[in-house]
């Protein structure tokens, strides 16, 4: 069981007390693998974003053991080419049930990675870890399209996908600051990498006819936002201009419209998002609302039909509780958690934004 000292600054008020914190963390902690893979849940599958998802909560909660051990399973499993297959049976490498490779799973290695290292200072841990990130980070950019957006996978049979997703392209922009980052902290350039992370931004801020129109799904929504590529006045322009449309007063935010569905995990990553716009009073009042998604075992389940009263699907998962848990960590003051998701201090490539106008 976690130790209550380490579960401290995950106490939130109205959100997570000391008791609840420690019951959610274990609660991760028992869904996790001997090899140190994280299913959803025991007997699920495992992707590898939402394994790292639940390996940067468990560093938030000072389990850090626990987080070495999901990024060792990480490079033990990687592909020849950097990357990594979209689903594993309950972490089993042998037994990949979905052989496409996404690229922002693929990229997401970066951000657990350069949270774990800021959450420890082992370096040991970044020099071993280091080929995995640029390997991975290669692998992603063999698909970023002359627009700057990233194609969101490779087929089975090795055909990309040029089609381009802008909650998966605003994950990838946060996972290439992270590894420039890195990249900065060993003293080793990658101007490729600076200038695929400016042309990303730029499509992300300026371009939306360059990505499929997934627009009736929350995460579309606000993840321009959570990755970073909008700050400041955009931020809150668009944040203010889908509120109505996705929030639900007092029960979080519908996944997908005009469902009558709310789920922790977009909940959980708006409040996020809302965090680090700087709007912490929203971002409580959205963690407090999904308290009635928290389960008697601390782990949260994954959504709730409000037309049916009904808690739907049947299942609590460990990406779920983690982003619950990262949440509360950014806005009790992480400041590994504060660092990778504000991004103040990560790099931004080359801004193709301040070009000549017309040139682009």
Not at 2 to 10: G, K, V
Not at 189 to 204: C, I, K, R, T
Not at 221 to 239: D, Q
Request: aromatic share 10%; glycine share 10%.
């Amino acid at each position: 069981m976690t130790s209550p000292e380490r579960t401290e600054r995950l106490v939130l008020p109205g959100v997570l007390t000391a008791g609840q914190a420690e019951l959610t963390v274990a609660g991760i902690a028992a869904v996790q693998r001997g090899d140190g893979a994280i299913p959803w849940f025991r007997g699920h599958h495992l992707d590898p974003w939402d394994h790292v998802e639940a390996a940067m909560a468990l560093d938030a909660a000072g389990e850090h053991d626990r987080a070495g051990a999901a990024y060792r399973w990480l490079a033990r499993h990687q592909l020849p080419d950097g990357s990594w297959y979209a689903a594993y049976a309950d972490g089993d490498a042998a037994a990949p049930t979905d052989r496409a490779r996404e690229t922002n799973f693929c990229a997401y290695v970066a951000v657990g990675v350069w949270h774990h290292y800021l959450s420890t200072g082992d370096d040991a841990f970044l020099d071993r870890m280091w080929p995995v990130v640029v390997a991975a980070v290669e692998f992603v950019l063999r698909l970023q399209q002359p627009g700057g957006q990233v194609g969101w996978k490779q087929e089975p049979d090795g055909t990309p996908v040029t089609d381009a997703l802008l909650t998966g392209s605003s994950s990838v922009y946060q996972a290439l600051r992270c590894a420039l980052a890195m990249a900065e902290h060993r003293e080793e350039p990658q101007p490729d990498w600076e200038l695929a992370v400016g042309w990303l931004g730029h499509a992300l801020r300026r371009h939306p006819e360059r990505f499929l129109d997934k627009s009736r799904y929350s995460m579309d929504w606000y993840y321009p936002v959570l990755g970073g590529a909008l700050r400041g006045a955009a931020a809150k322009e668009r944040i203010e201009a889908g509120w109505d449309r996705f929030v639900v007063p007092g029960l979080g935010v519908r996944c997908v419209v005009p469902n009558p569905w709310v789920t922790g995990g977009e909940s959980a990553e708006l409040a996020l998002a809302l965090w680090a716009m700087g709007e912490s009073d929203r971002a409580l009042d959205i963690l407090k609302w999904i308290q009635h998604l928290r389960a008697e075992d601390g782990m949260y389940w994954t959504g709730y039909v409000f037309e049916d009263d009904a808690i739907w699907p049947r299942e609590r998962t460990a990406w779920t509780a983690g982003s619950l848990l990262l949440a509360v960590a950014a806005l009790g003051g992480d400041d590994a958690t504060a660092q990778v998701f504000q991004g103040e201090e990560l790099p931004l490539g080359l801004d193709p934004d301040c070009c000549e106008p017309g040139v682009i």
